[in-house]
């Protein structure tokens, strides 16, 4: 019985063709006395009857040309059993998801390769290059030899060569004639010119680069990796076990996709910015008590390496005597945030004098400056002194309780506008003291001003829970001897000992900040080289013009009939236990904040910072979180009010046409 297309369709049959150089078709009967009958309408069509294996075969066949009927072949083959059912193990979803991915992976890789004849890259195989074989021929051969027969214009002769011939011999004949015929086809016309194959599919577009590692180096963050998973990739290799067989490609592997042999490199950014913690280092590490410089301490040499390489903080630190004026700047970035250096300090810290009456408001101010990348860490007060302590908000689980003390130097006033005022502090193994203070003032009251100073080392009780990190360089009678880095600032009211006319003259003859004739007449300087007052504390060179005395909301000094004369009040000065921690990068003044008559001073400062214990009282990420949601509320606020504004602006804008 025939089928549209063309082919027979057999009963447990399997007829092949012998072609010229081709394969071999051979038959096979699953069943005796079953006939098969191939029959075909139009030219070219075979009519075969089997009446059984052992007996003659019967065969009705159209008239074919005299070159095909001298090469017709026909073999018999005995058939067989069919096979047992090969028992395989149940696949787990693994190797099935592998088998998938393998199928893929084939089939991209025979689009691409170049050599592959195979029908699925759309070349159809050459019969006469191929060597014979017995048993079925593929689909894409079947296909060849089918459309071959059809178009032949040699096969419109037809006739009964069971009948006529009457005998195997000259079937065989025949079959040799249709072999040597389809051949031909294939050679000369079906594939004339060459292999037909598919065209190459391309992009409508250039595709986009890509990294062939999927843990960008942009992505990845500037800190180290512990040392202490350095191993990481051994270890995961032998202990850790991955169930899912899919994605355990090597080229995943070599990617950084796969997290039980990943590398170090691509184990900082590949799922996290964060390093991976290891069992076992979570299982001994403690937060509040800890080994001393244990691996894996919070406090220890390598969470600070992994912070800061270098082990170097970065610390603002500044004065300003406010004057106290309730108008505060509108602006403070000039101030906080200077464009010199290009970066943002790691601790802000402020001291005032003379504070405004509402103190809350300039901390608020101050966080809405510096933004959600910083929290206060500790605020505190002694009457107008303000002292308020900023940190980034990732290194606030990495300093111990914050303790202050106060220092009264005018017992007779009621409001405490003169004294000093202490906060300390330690950062990972570093321990820190800033003192704000407010000297007497006077042009002449240079005695005085050491008495303040002494009174303020003798009388400041600090630190009072945090341990010394090193109390045998400690002295019981001062209090910066109790620290490793010790930054005291604020108005110590020294001055010029220099008429006005004089200091105008110099400063009119240097406008460009050449102030070193100054500093020859200036008070601190002098008894600081006599080792009369700030024992062991150095100052940064200065290159600014006077912070002291202004007009206010003017950039002209004293004009009112005091005359006062300019002069270097507002100071910072520094001290270390150790040589070359701190040094000093900035130091300077605000000359844009106008709204009192002395002008901020600031200077930035790089410190080295050591690795320290875990059993110190820890501030365990205390900050203060009303303050940071006002100040960052406060600053999206004005944000958007400003959008509006020139939003409204550009909208009014009408040009009109005459």
Sequence with gaps: MSTPNGFAQHSGTRVTRSMEGGAVQDLHTKKAGKAAKKEASGNGVLTFEYPSVGTSLNETLKLLPDELKANMKIKLVTPRPPRKPRLERAASLDEKSWRRWRRLRTS???????????????????????????????????????????????????????????????????????????????????????????????????????????????????????????DYRHYSQHRVGRVSGSLSDSRLHGNGMVCDNSSTDSMKST??????????????????????????????????????????????????????????????????????????QDMYVIGVQEGCPDRREWEIRLQETL?????????????????????????????????????????????????????????????????????????????ERKLDYNKTIQALTLPKNVPDTNPYRSSSSDVTTRFDEVFWFGDFNFRLNKDRETVDSILNQNPETDVSKLLVYDQLTSEMSRGSIFKGFQEADIHFRPSYKFDIGKDSYDTTSKQRTPSYTDRVVYRSRYRDDIQAVKYSSCPVIRTSDHRPVFALFRVKVRPGRDNIPLAAGQFDRELYLTGIKRRNTRELQKRREQKDQRSSSVCSVS
């Excluded at 011999?169 to 051949?183: C, M, P, T, V």
């Excluded at 689980?397 to 000093?420: L, P």
């Design 371 to 447: 933004g959600p990348h910083y929290v206060m860490l500790y605020s505190a007060a002694h009457g107008v002194l303000y002292m308020s302590v900023f940190i980034r908000r990732d290194l606030i689980w990495f300093c111990s309780e914050v303790e202050y003390a106060t220092v009264t130097t005018r017992i007779v006033s009621q409001i405490k506008t003169k004294g000093a005022l202490g906060i300390c502090f330690t950062f990972f193994g570093t321990s820190f003291l800033f003192i704000t203070s407010h000297f007497t003032s006077g042009d002449s009251k240079v005695h």
């Design 271 to 344: 799922f996290s910015l964060l390093t991976p913690i290891r069992s076992k280092d979570v299982r001994s590490r403690s937060y509040l008590e800890g080994s001393l410089l244990a691996s894996g301490a919070l406090l220890g040499a390598e969470e600070l390496s992994r912070y800061f390489p270098d082990r170097n903080i970065g610390i603002f630190v500044a004065t300003w005597n406010m004057q106290g004026q309730k108008e505060l700047p509108v602006n403070l970035d000039d101030f906080l945030l200077p464009t010199d250096p290009d970066y943002a």
């Design 108 to 230: 991209q890789e025979s689009l691409t390769d170049p050599n592959e004849t195979s029908s699925s890259n759309g070349s159809l195989p050459e019969a006469s290059l191929s060597p014979p074989i017995r048993g079925r021929a593929s689909p894409g051969q079947q296909c060849c030899q089918l459309n071959s027969s059809r178009s032949s214009p040699d096969a419109s002769e037809a006739g009964s060569v069971g009948k006529s011939r009457g005998g195997t011999s000259d079937l065989g004949k025949r079959a040799s004639e249709i072999s040597s015929a389809f051949g031909g086809l294939l050679r000369g016309k079906a594939f004339a010119g060459g292999k037909p194959r598919l065209a190459q599919i391309t992009p409508a577009r250039p595709l986009p680069a890509m990294e062939p590692n999927a843990a960008a180096h942009t992505l990845r963050t500037a800190d180290g990796i512990d040392s202490d998973c350095l």
